[in-house]
């Protein structure tokens, strides 16, 4: 069974940065697609970016395009979020999912299509 464990959230004034790592134990991510999704308190869960399995594709929603990148280092089993130019409104718990397809270039940005998730990690935007 794929576990995840969600990392280097934290507290930042806007502007700043900050990079999530998703460790994956339990199994190689190498096959897994694997999709950022985050959730605020009153909010909807909305997805944020994914990545394929074999790192070719990449996605991102309008509201962090151009400020967050997505990357993955499967020989540490790995996924990376970057988040620069983080706005108040980024605030929320940040989780990791993972989960595989029938295509290693292909990634759903819906959570709801991932089987394994992590605990995720909190990141507050405040200045």
């Known amino acids: 069974q794929l576990q995840l464990v969600e990392s280097g959230g934290g507290s930042v004034q806007p502007g700043g940065s900050l990079t999530l790592s998703c460790v994956a134990s339990?199994?190689?991510?190498?096959?897994?697609?694997i999709v950022w999704f985050r959730q605020a308190p009153g909010k909807e869960r909305e997805g944020v970016s994914c990545?394929?399995?074999?790192?070719?594709?990449?996605k991102y929603a309008d509201f962090v395009k151009g400020r967050f990148t997505i990357s993955r280092d499967n020989a540490k089993n790995t996924v990376y979020l970057q988040m620069n130019s983080l706005k108040p409104e980024d605030t929320a718990d940040y989780h990791c999912?993972?989960?595989?397809?029938?295509?290693?270039?292909?990634?759903?940005?819906?959570?709801?299509?991932?089987?394994?998730r992590g605990q995720g990690t909190q990141v507050t935007v405040s200045g």
């Open positions: 339990g199994l190689t991510l190498d096959t897994y697609a």
């Open positions: 999912a993972g989960d595989r397809y029938y295509s290693n270039t292909y990634c759903p940005m819906e959570a709801r299509s991932y089987e394994y």
């Open positions: 990545i394929s399995s074999n790192g070719n594709t990449a």
